[in-house]
């Protein structure tokens, strides 16, 4: 019979490897907590209107990378590609705006795109992000990167560097567009198919075309920050002061529009020197329309998304290992002390040990290979002698040191040794 293998572009994780995902979620969990940021769980599908309507239908994003699907209720569902639409649509939905604060989430959880993947991209991979709503300072935005950037260097990811940009808001980026149809316009003949029609959809979406001549091009090409309005000016002037009050060092790239159409003002992305092609960790920026464009209240909104598996590709494999309890194996000389083995294990689950017996064993040596297998740090072996008299044998497997200890000084014993 065939075997069936996953689906291009997805994964399996176990260990070795699932220690790092468990170690990276329980940091994203304590570091977030301390910028008062709360979890948020949101559907793995929406309503596609929700991404269509939210990212914007003229990007990629929308118009090739979806999981869209019609439910058996005729229903149009996709898997989300991303996940500021949900948290947007969840705190609209559930009145969050009016019964929280601060209006701060933060989601760990898979996404999904239709993408060619390759090392660091995936069909469905993994984004941690964080979402703050209702305040519009540039100082949150500032401080918003500055997580992100402290969060890497926290894991020990530091060769990476954060560009940040402002892409204008709905006063100053029509005039820009304009300049820039005209710009892109006289080049016409010499873009390629797919931006001679953002030209006429999307312009702001050629800055994203990977083609070179295209990129070459759009050098030319006259950039939103030289025609913000005063308002974005001095959003951008006070985030690049803030940017330097907290010490994050930070590069200009007036090109960097992102991917998706939601973002106003502040644009940021981190890249690392390790990734090779697929080198960004993390973007984000704000977005000030969006929650009104999805039917919300007018409140800004600013977040970030990034790529676990491109954080895990930078974590050591030593992670595994460090993370790894003490284990005791309990070991049994004859069949007929199975038993009490596993009551011993019992008392040692119930304090908190890691414990494990091999319940099918016919031998010692045969249990203590299974001790290897699991690198059990102690173990316990049962005797005739040790259940009359009450006392355990443990020995240490590293020093082999053998102690004997009463069966009621277990506990004493488990707080000085594990
Ligand atoms: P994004 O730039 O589309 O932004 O994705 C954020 C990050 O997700 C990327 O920098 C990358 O690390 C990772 N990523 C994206 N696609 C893939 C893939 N196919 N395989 C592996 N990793 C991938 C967003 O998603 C926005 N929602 C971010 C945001 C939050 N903006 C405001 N709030």
């Given at each position: 019979?065939?075997?069936?293998?996953?689906?291009?572009?997805?994964?399996?994780?176990?260990?070795?490897?699932?220690?790092?995902?468990?170690?990276?979620?329980?940091?994203?969990?304590?570091?977030?907590?301390?910028?008062?940021?709360?979890?948020?769980?949101?559907?793995?599908?929406?309503?596609?209107?929700?991404?269509?309507?939210?990212?914007?239908?003229?990007?990629?994003?929308?118009?090739?990378?979806?999981?869209?699907?019609?439910?058996?209720?005729?229903?149009?569902?996709?898997?989300?590609?991303?996940?500021?639409?949900?948290?947007?649509?969840?705190?609209?939905?559930?009145?969050?705006?009016?019964?929280?604060?601060?209006?701060?989430?933060?989601?760990?959880?898979?996404?999904?795109?239709?993408?060619?993947?390759?090392?660091?991209?995936?069909?469905?991979?993994?984004?941690?992000?964080?979402?703050?709503?209702?305040?519009?300072?540039?100082?949150?935005?500032a401080?918003?990167?500055?997580?992100?950037?402290?969060?890497?260097?926290?894991?020990?990811?530091?060769?990476?560097?954060?560009?940040?940009?402002?892409?204008?808001?709905?006063?100053?980026?029509?005039?820009?567009?304009?300049?820039?149809?005209?710009?892109?316009?006289?080049?016409?003949?010499?873009?390629?198919?797919?931006?001679?029609?953002?030209?006429?959809?999307?312009?702001?979406?050629?800055?994203?075309?990977?083609?070179?001549?295209?990129?070459?091009?759009?050098?030319?090409?006259?950039?939103?920050?030289?025609?913000?309005?005063?308002?974005?000016?001095?959003?951008?002037?006070?985030?690049k002061e803030t940017l330097e009050l907290l010490s994050v060092?930070y590069?200009?790239?007036?090109?960097?529009?992102?991917?998706?159409?939601?973002?106003?003002?502040?644009?940021?992305?981190?890249?690392?020197?390790?990734?090779?092609?697929?080198?960004?960790?993390?973007?984000?920026?704000?977005?000030?329309?969006?929650?009104?464009?999805?039917?919300?209240?007018?409140?800004?909104?600013?977040?970030?998304?990034?790529?676990?598996?491109?954080?895990?590709?930078?974590?050591?494999?030593?992670?595994?290992?460090?993370?790894?309890?003490?284990?005791?194996?309990?070991?049994?000389?004859?069949?007929?002390?199975?038993?009490?083995?596993?009551?011993?294990?019992?008392?040692?689950?119930?304090?908190?040990?890691?414990?494990?017996?091999?319940?099918?064993?016919?031998?010692?040596?045969?249990?203590?290979?299974?001790?290897?297998?699991?690198?059990?740090?102690?173990?316990?072996?049962?005797?005739?002698?040790?259940?009359?008299?009450?006392?355990?044998?443990?020995?240490?497997?590293?020093?082999?040191?053998?102690?004997?200890?009463?069966?009621?000084?277990?506990?004493?014993?488990?707080?000085?040794?594990?």
């Amino acid at each position: 019979m065939s075997k069936i293998i996953a689906p291009k572009g997805t994964g399996d994780l176990y260990s070795p490897q699932i220690e790092k995902w468990q170690y990276l979620e329980e940091k994203i969990r304590e570091y977030y907590s301390r910028f008062l940021y709360r979890e948020i769980r949101t559907p793995i599908f929406e309503h596609s209107e929700l991404f269509q309507r939210g990212i914007g239908s003229e990007t990629e994003v929308v118009q090739k990378e979806m999981y869209t699907f019609d439910d058996k209720g005729g229903r149009s569902l996709t898997l989300r590609p991303e996940n500021t639409a949900s948290v947007v649509r969840a705190a609209i939905e559930k009145n969050l705006f009016n019964d929280m604060f601060p209006l701060r989430f933060f989601y760990i959880g898979p996404m999904f795109r239709y993408e060619r993947p390759q090392k660091g991209r995936m069909r469905q991979f993994h984004q941690f992000g964080v979402e703050v709503f209702a305040d519009e300072s540039a100082q949150v935005d500032a401080e918003v990167i500055y997580t992100a950037m402290n969060f890497l260097d926290s894991l020990g990811i530091t060769d990476i560097a954060v560009e940040v940009n402002s892409v204008g808001c709905s006063q100053c980026r029509p005039v820009y567009i304009k300049k820039l149809t005209e710009a892109a316009q006289k080049h016409e003949q010499e873009l390629c198919t797919d931006c001679q029609r953002k030209i006429h959809t999307n312009p702001l979406r050629i800055f994203d075309c990977k083609k070179e001549t295209c990129n070459e091009l759009s050098l030319q090409f006259p950039t939103i920050t030289e025609n913000l309005c005063e308002e974005c000016a001095d959003h951008f002037s006070q985030l690049k002061e803030t940017l330097e009050l907290l010490s994050v060092p930070y590069q200009l790239n007036p090109r960097m529009v992102r991917g998706l159409d939601y973002y106003t003002k502040t644009a940021f992305e981190i890249t690392s020197g390790q990734l090779g092609s697929q080198n960004a960790i993390l973007g984000g920026g704000r977005y000030n329309n969006l929650i009104k464009e999805l039917g919300g209240a007018d409140v800004p909104g600013i977040g970030f998304a990034a790529g676990m598996e491109r954080i895990i590709l930078h974590l050591p494999d030593t992670i595994a290992g460090e993370r790894k309890k003490k284990v005791i194996l309990v070991a049994y000389r004859t069949p007929e002390l199975r038993n009490h083995a596993l009551k011993l294990c019992d008392t040692l689950w119930s304090n908190g040990a890691c414990a494990f017996m091999d319940y099918s064993a016919k031998n010692l040596k045969k249990q203590f290979k299974k001790g290897d297998k699991i690198e059990a740090d102690f173990t316990i072996i049962l005797g005739e002698d040790e259940v009359e008299q009450e006392t355990l044998s443990i020995k240490q497997m590293g020093t082999r040191e053998q102690t004997v200890i009463k069966q009621e000084e277990l506990e004493q014993w488990l707080k000085n040794n594990i």
